[in-house]
C-alpha cells in the first residue's frame, strides 16, 4: 500500500511540475514576443510619422537583430520540446562515442569561437562510448555550450569533459566566464530567474538550462551546476550507464 501511496505522490509532483513548467514557459514566451513586436511597432509608426530619423533608426537595427534572435531560439527551443511531450515519444538508444560529442560540439560552435578567441578542449577518457539518446544528448550539450560561449570571458577556455563514474555517465562543459551569484543559482530553474547579460551584450532568461534539464530527466539522468561569480561555471549532467 505504501509502495502504490509513493508512487502516487511522486506522479503528482511530476504533474505539478510539468504543469508549472508549461504555464511558466507560456509566460515567458508571452513577455518577450509582445516586447519584441511592441518595440518593432513604435520604431515603425516613429519612422512612418517623421519622429524617428533614418541614421536613428539604423543605431536601432543591432539591438532589434539580437531581440528577433533571440526570440527564434525561443520558438525554436519550444518547437524542440513539444517533440519529447508527445505520446508517442520514446528515447532511441545507440552507441555514443565522447570523443564524437567534442567534435562535433567543436564544429558546430567554430565560428562562435574564434569570434571570442576561445579555446576548446577536451578531457577526461577518450575512449569512453555509452548507450543513450544520441538526439537528446548533443541537444543538451549544444544548450550548456552555448550558455558557456555566450558567457566565457574572451581569450578564455571551454573544456568538455567525460568520464565514468559509479556506473555513471558524467559529461561537463566549463567556462572561465561571468559565473553566477548563489541567489541567481537558486532560482535557476523557475521562471524567477534574472536576466543574464553575456560578456558581449548577449541576452539570456535562462531558458536554455530550463529545457537541458528537462531532456536530462527524459534520460533518467540528473543536471548538476557548479557556479562562482566571475570565475566561471560548470555545469555536469549524470547519465546511468545503459547496458551496450
Do not use: C, Y
Not at 68 to 78: G, M, Q
Amino acid at each position: 500500500m505504501s509502495t502504490e501511496v509513493e508512487k502516487l505522490t511522486a506522479e503528482i509532483h511530476r504533474l505539478q511540475a510539468e504543469s508549472e513548467l508549461k504555464t511558466g514557459w507560456i509566460s515567458l514566451i508571452t513577455h518577450d514576443f509582445k516586447e519584441v513586436f511592441s518595440s518593432l511597432s513604435w520604431i515603425i509608426e516613429a519612422v512612418e510619422a517623421g519622429t524617428l530619423s533614418k541614421d536613428d533608426f539604423f543605431k536601432l537595427l543591432p539591438r532589434i537583430k539580437q531581440d528577433a534572435k533571440k526570440n527564434l531560439r525561443t520558438v525554436t527551443d519550444t518547437s524542440d520540446w513539444i517533440r519529447t511531450q508527445l505520446a508517442d515519444f520514446e528515447s532511441n538508444s545507440s552507441k555514443i562515442f565522447a570523443l564524437d560529442l567534442f567534435i562535433q560540439l567543436r564544429n558546430e560552435f567554430e565560428v562562435r569561437l574564434k569570434d571570442k578567441k576561445l579555446d576548446f578542449q577536451f578531457k577526461g577518457n577518450e575512449s569512453l562510448v555509452f548507450q543513450n539518446d544520441q538526439f537528446l544528448v548533443l541537444f543538451i550539450l549544444k544548450k550548456l555550450m552555448d550558455n558557456a560561449i555566450k558567457f566565457s570571458h574572451p581569450e578564455h577556455s571551454i573544456q568538455f569533459e567525460a568520464l565514468e563514474a559509479d556506473n555513471k555517465i558524467i559529461l561537463s562543459i566549463s567556462d572561465m566566464g561571468t559565473g553566477m551569484a548563489q541567489e541567481a543559482q537558486e532560482l535557476l530553474f523557475t521562471f524567477q530567474s534574472p536576466v543574464f547579460q553575456g560578456t558581449k551584450g548577449e541576452i539570456g532568461a535562462g531558458l536554455s538550462l530550463k529545457i537541458a534539464k528537462n531532456f536530462v530527466t527524459l534520460l533518467q539522468g540528473s543536471l548538476e551546476i557548479t557556479s562562482t561569480e566571475n570565475v566561471g561555471t560548470k555545469i555536469s549532467i549524470i547519465l546511468p550507464q545503459l547496458e551496450k
